[in-house]
């Protein structure tokens, strides 16, 4: 008898795969990095093969490490990066290109362009996506593949090409083939998706030059999506669940009620709250988009994205050889207190949330001679905390302030990174007893999908805190800290210098 789901969490620098009991208990897990790569500056990239090969590791080696096949898993679900985008051959399945990952920036010009030619064009597609017109998203990657790779339009007009995200591409490979499918959230970050009707937009398919033919299905949150192949797992598991990364995280942290927020530090920070049926448009440039779908009904969300978190620690660390291991972090930074008076502003590929600015890039001010490793790696984690100020106070002027945070991701293990930001946000910050809530959500979708959960309430009762963190920092140094980071950011900006 099945005892299992399998939970899969495609992220942007490393893949997992958890085994969760059908009480919620996450039983085992496995995690694997995979390279990336930097072509030209702002340019970002995965080998489609080694985002596969990675999903296919962690789950082989999650079964035979526990002595199971396929026939032990009930259901599984797959959580991935975002926006990410992949077009491959339709008949021998090989991409055409290097996934374009979302922190790319390669299309900002052309977004840019379109934008001159058309003033309203940003407003409209607010108004039918949730989003903005930004290289963050699936639309303009997919114009530059199929108008850089050779013989790619061609191929496309000729139905000869398929489209996916990261977890679309999974599907396929899970299942041979078989599958051509997306899920509504996922959709709903392309650029192409109409967030009301819940449709792929006719005229947003012209504006962008992409033909309909290349598009997945989209389906439900938790749906029938097919089988694995036998050979993968040992045996036919239903893959009964997919989700974005964070809209997954969304459910892994059972924010089911409007007015509920998660904030994930992974390698960005994706602060979203549930806005219930109604889909919320931002004036403050953050996101409406599909929080999750589940038997054709549609929970929006508003979100904001930040795209360097651990992304920063990481680049410190592998980038500057500062650190050996993301958890020195937390020493150094307890050495040197907060009010070192060294900023970091991390635009490495550009700025996300409120700011929206593709072109800026980061740095590192306020260096004296007496500035050393401690004080930049403990700048580093503050930047993650004055970025979630930045969304907390964009939904603040949107009508909506989440003033109770519940975190997740792997930053979050950092106490004191913990502290700073509950003390930035005047706020409570709840730390998860699960970290990985992505994995957790899509495992808690399957779940529901095949039966083992009867509902979200029931899911809802399987949260646990594991660490209340409060505000302990008084009122004017917060100001007087976040006005530096403003200042900062100021600094680096190319536009929109007032966006909050």
Known sequence: MSRYLLGIDHGTTSSRAILLSPQGEIVDMVQQEFPQHYPHAGWVEHQPDDLWQSVRYCCTTLLSRNQLSGEDIIALGIGNQRETTLIWDKDTG?????????????????????????????????????????????????????????????????????????????????????????????????????????????????????????????????????????????????????????????????????GMAKSTYGTGCFLMLNTGKQALLSQHRLLTTVGYRLQGEVTYALEGSIFMAGATIQWLRDGLNLIQQAGESEALAKEVGIDHGVLLVPAFTGLGAPYWDPDARGAILGLTRDTGIREIVSAGLQAVCYQSKDLQKSMQADGVRPTDWRVDGGMVANDWLMQFLADMLGANVRRSSIAETTALGVAYLAGLQAGVFQSLEHIAALWQQDKLFTPKMAKAQRDRLYANWQQGVKRIQTRNPDAL
């Open 94 to 258: 090989e991409p055409i290109y290097n996934a374009i990952v979302w922190q790319d920036r390669r299309t900002a010009a052309y977004c840019q362009k379109l934008a001159a030619e058309d003033p309203q064009l940003a407003a409209r597609l607010q108004s039918k996506t949730g989003l903005l017109l930004d290289p963050y998203f699936c639309a303009s990657k997919i114009y530059w593949i199929l108008n850089n790779v050779q013989g790619a339009k061609v191929q496309a007009m000729q139905g000869k090409l398929l489209f996916g995200t990261v977890e679309t591409y999974l599907l396929w490979k899970l299942t041979g083939g078989k599958y051509h499918c997306t899920d509504a959230t996922n959709a709903s970050r392309t650029l192409l998706f109409n967030i009301h009707t819940q449709q792929w937009d006719e005229e947003l398919l012209v504006l962008f030059d992409i033909p309909p033919a290349m598009l997945p299905g989209v389906c439900d949150n938790a749906a029938e999506f097919g089988h694995t192949q036998h050979e993968l797992l040992g045996g036919p598991v239903p893959i009964l669940a997919m989700a974005g990364d964070q809209q997954a995280g969304l459910i892994g942290q059972c924010c089911f009620e409007p």
